[in-house]
């Protein structure tokens, strides 16, 4: 089980650097033998800051399989939140030692992005230093957004069929890429790495080791390039810094000294594992918590955490429900937290983490969202669509038609690359039997790149056939991913279904 820690809604993996190979080394089984892909991201404290502000980009580092704390100032927190990291995970280290591991055991891998001769010239030289090597391929593209990316590209990259994919686009840019096309690519191995092929080339100095072990390595990259990174640095500093003092000040107001020890009593009800949690559970007694959800795990893959009687859950206890909740999404189910008390409620609000989670009124509420799966056909989120004579209120999977003559479709709760190739089947039936379609964002808590692509083709479609897609029902995070790519200037975006439909 993953040990995780939550700073900023960004959960961060305890490993070390040898335990974070050992983790690849398993990716890369994983995915050989299941077609698997697993996408790895090298938090820094830039990334955080950049996630308060773009749920993607949060979702994403969220969802992803391994995120290792590639900066100091996330190191330090984990300690102030009473985690001692077990290091720093720096992708500059880690490329080249993977790079090590690649060429002892046989695996390829396949260069993307960076400035022109960059990756090519990276390539070469982890070859030089590691014989052996297997280098799949390189390539660096002009630059496009990621729903642009040319096709060719992916084509290219799942012929070259390489066990390590490494994405040097930056930040959010190389998260949103994976993301959007990793599912496709397959890849058991994909890192968004950043600068790093710049450090490997030279291109680009790295700290003195004196700095890089103080957690100086931001000022000397400041001082190399003042003009460029002075404003990113101030801005991290400030966001990171206030939002970081919630979270410890929230941590430390409720985690009171208690004698009373904390319980998890597990049950299996209808396919569905209980998990009853009661008192204080933090880092230094939630070994019971994890080792029973492990067991109702090996059951099942739907899962309820019942927290009406939990008091507090510290920053680690949250993450491990972030890396159970990932654990039973990737088995095919899900996880529920029912009946959270306000305090935690807010607390997964601050950490922005109350979207991720599905959280339901009570333990009744949460069965019987899983029997209403259970109930559904099979074939996906958006299987068996039903056109209906009249708009009613119906679940995820329904379509409903209103008198006005508009066809209104109910978005998956997440519209991401899993749903989006359904989605984009559907609409596109839908668009050849009307031309003017309500997509009703209400139960949609989550709008992905893929998504974002979906929208784009169904907008372009609608207006061939002299119709027009209306967009109704944004959420707050829906509504800023939506505008973060000047969409709202090409979409007509309505408050709700009926003023879309008038």
Known sequence: MRRLIVILGVPIDDLNMAETLDRLDEFVRVGRETGKGHQ????????VVKAMADPELRYLLQEADLATADGMPLVWGARLLGVNLEGRVAGADMIPALAERAAEKGYSIYFLGAAPGIAARAAEILKEQYPGLIVAGVHSPPYSSVIDM????????KAARPDILLVAFGNPKQEKWIGMYGRDLAIPVMIGVGGTLDFITGNTKRAPEWMQRAGLEWLHRLLMEPRRLWRRYAVDMVGFGTFFLRQWWVMRRGNAPTTILPKTDLVIVNDTAVLHVEGHLTVANYDDFNKKAQEALAITPYVLVDLADAVFLDSSVIGSLVG??????????????????????????????????VMVEDSSRGLALKQSLAQQPQGGALADLQVLPAYLEQDDTAVQVAEAAWTVLKAPRRMDATTAPEMAETCATL???NPRVVLDLSETVLLASAGL????????????????????????????VIEMV????????YNDVPAAMA
């Open 40 to 47: 790895v991201a090298t938090v820094n404290a830039d990334f």
């Open 150 to 157: 040319d096709p060719a590209i992916i084509e290219e990259i």
């Open 324 to 357: 159970l909740t990932k654990q039973a999404r990737d088995a095919g189910g899900e996880l529920w937290l029912a009946a959270a008390p306000p305090t935690i409620q807010q607390t997964l609000a601050l950490l922005r983490l109350d979207r991720f989670f």
């Open 431 to 433: 668009l050849e039997s």
């Open 453 to 480: 692509a979906v929208l784009a083709q169904m907008n372009r479609i609608a207006h061939e056939r002299s119709g027009e897609l209306r967009v109704a029902n944004c959420s707050k995070d829906v509504l800023r």
């Open 486 to 493: 000047r969409f709202d200037k090409i979409l007509a975006l």
